[in-house]
Structure formats: structure tokens, C-alpha cells
């Protein structure tokens, strides 16, 4: 079992006014959401602009955080090119990573077959652990438990985070997979109902700015305290629902800017918020006593 902890942070990717990567506020911002209680961090997932940030920016960024920090550093390097991820997971290696993120392959629609033969595929040409990436808001396809539950057969595919929304396929993933197979969701509304049907964690957005009442719930039910977790979990569905109320991280850097953190601007396609997201972070950030 591979020791990433239960709060795996989706790191954003800091830019300067002029779209170009702000390294030392990468860095500085790692540090703090190790502080907060992230346990590890992927870099250079969704949430970190992947589709944006070039090959020579990831490799420089992965390089400079994981040189830095203690905890666990899990790069993105899933791509719709089975070839094109191969290449980015062992240049990631080469950096010294603890982990890859590989996503099903978007846009291309492939079936089950042909979404096992990727992962298959990627996981040959490494030694690291991988942690699959199902998220077919995303990808626009599904891969089904039964997939999932085959590729955890394979030594170096470790875990799963699993962003369908359907708790009931990360349940058969988690009912049928190899022993030691973490399924994580990708899901924030949906921390507490994972781990009530025996999920491990979550990779989180959330956590940039609610890191320490993630982890008080998760204790909280890991401890049997499930009423506080329960409580908690109410609690944080007002900001969990701003988050993602248009396309992330459009919402989660916007808050992070908020809370003085400069984090700056997503680069294009992802325009700025609107004003409308803008008051809805304000007003549930508020209601947290994080303004």
C-alpha cells in the first residue's frame, strides 16, 4: 500500500499577471497546503491547467516541489495519446516522483478494451505507482468497476480516483479489488459517503481552503464519531457546491486570491469568474470565518 495519506490535494498552478507559471508562489503555496494537512499533492492535474501548461513548465514545476517538500508528489501525466503518456510518465519518473495520475483518455471514446490496453500500456513502461483517473464529465467515457477492478491486478496500478459521481461503482471497485487497491473519490460533495462504503481518501479541491475541516471529518468517522463527521459534512456543502459552479479552477483560484494567496489568472480557454462566482465565494467563504 503506498503511503499518500487520505488528503491528496489537486494542486493549482500559480501564474503571474501575464499567464506565465509563478514558480516561488508554486512552491509557497505547496508548503502551505502541506501545513493545512494535505498529505500529498498532485501536480499538474486538471486543477493545475494541464491541458495549458507545456511539457518543459510541468517537468520544471514537479522538479522544484518535489525537491522542496516531504510528502508525497503525484504527477499528472495522462494524456487522450497512449504514447504521449508513456513519454510524460517516465520523464516523470526521471524527476523523482513518487506517483502519476493518469486519466482515461479523453475525447477519443474509447471502449473498456481499449481503456484497459492504455492503462496496461503506461503501467509496463514504469516502475512508479499509478493512480487511474475516472472522470467522465471530462473524458466523455466511462470506465466501468469492472475495468477498474481488472487493472488493479496489475503490481504498479495502485489506486483509483474515481470522479463519475456514482458511489455505487467506486463501492464495486472497492468491494472487488485487489487487497491493498486504494479508491479515492474525486469527488468533495462525496468524502463522507466514500469512506462509509470503505474508500480511502479523497483528491481534493476543496482542500486548498478547507483542508483542516476535511481532515476533522475524516478523523472524525475514522475515530466513530459520526455525528461530528456528519456535521461536518454539512457544513461544507455550501462551499463544495460554489467550487465547482462553473469549470474548475476557475472557482478555486478566484478563492485563493481572495484569501491574499495571488495565485493569479487560469489561462484561456478558462476565462475569468464572473462577478457571479465571485459573490458566491465571498458569501460562503463568509459564512466559514474565512473572510
Known amino acids: 500500500m503506498n503511503d499518500w495519506g487520505r488528503i491528496i490535494t489537486a494542486m493549482v498552478t ?34 493545475g491547467e494541464s491541458p495549458t501548461v507545456t511539457q518543459d513548465e510541468k517537468l520544471k514545476l514537479l522538479s522544484l516541489i518535489k525537491e522542496s517538500l516531504d510528502v508525497p508528489v503525484i504527477a499528472g501525466v495522462g494524456t487522450n495519446s497512449t504514447a504521449a503518456s508513456v513519454e510524460n510518465a517516465i520523464a516523470a519518473e526521471k524527476v523523482g516522483v513518487d506517483g502519476l495520475l493518469v486519466v482515461v483518455p479523453y475525447y477519443n471514446k474509447p471502449n473498456q478494451e481499449s481503456i484497459y490496453a492504455h492503462f496496461a500500456e503506461v503501467a509496463k513502461a514504469v516502475k512508479l505507482p499509478i493512480m487511474m483517473y475516472n472522470v467522465p464529465g471530462r473524458t466523455g467515457v466511462n470506465m466501468t468497476a469492472e475495468t477498474a477492478v481488472a487493472l488493479s491486478k496489475i503490481p504498479n496500478i495502485a489506486a483509483l480516483k474515481e470522479a463519475s459521481g456514482d458511489l455505487n461503482q467506486l ?46 471529518m475524516i478523523d472524525s468517522y475514522l475515530g466513530g464519531n459520526y455525528v461530528e ?3 461536518i459534512h454539512r457544513k461544507l456543502i455550501k462551499i463544495t457546491e460554489v467550487m465547482f459552479m462553473t469549470a474548475n479552477p476557475i472557482p478555486v483560484k478566484a478563492a485563493l486570491n481572495l484569501l491574499g494567496m495571488d495565485v493569479g489568472p ?19 467563504m463568509s459564512e466559514l470565518g474565512l473572510l
Open 14 to 47: 500559480p501564474m503571474d499577471a501575464n499567464g506565465n507559471i509563478n514558480y516561488n508562489k508554486a512552491l509557497e503555496l505547496a508548503k502551505y497546503l502541506v501545513r493545512e494537512g494535505s498529505t500529498a499533492l498532485v501536480v499538474n492535474g486538471t486543477t
Open 171 to 216: 463501492a464495486k471497485v472497492v468491494r472487488d479489488a485487489e487487497e491493498g487497491f486504494l479508491v479515492y473519490t474525486g469527488e468533495d460533495a462525496q468524502i463522507l459517503p466514500t469512506l462509509a462504503v470503505g474508500g480511502y481518501g479523497v483528491v481534493s479541491v476543496t482542500a486548498h481552503v478547507v483542508c483542516r475541516d476535511i481532515k476533522k
Open 229 to 231: 463527521a456528519g456535521k
Open 266 to 284: 487560469t489561462r484561456l480557454p478558462l476565462a475569468a469568474p464572473s462577478q457571479n462566482v465571485i459573490d458566491a465565494l465571498k458569501d460562503s
